[in-house]
């Protein structure tokens, strides 16, 4: 990363929330193995 700017921009990304259910989703659909561990909050 060059800048603050880029490191807000990564901050910001990381922090993005991801719902539960898109987790499962990718999991039964295959494109994530069965075995990862994921967020169940």
Do not use: C, F, Y
Request: no cysteine; proline share 12%.
């Amino acid at each position: 990363m060059n800048s603050p700017r880029q490191v807000a921009q990564a901050v910001a990304l990381m922090e993005t929330h991801i719902p539960p259910a898109l987790w499962r989703d990718l999991k039964d659909h295959g494109l994530i193995r069965a075995d990862t561990p994921i967020p169940t909050v």
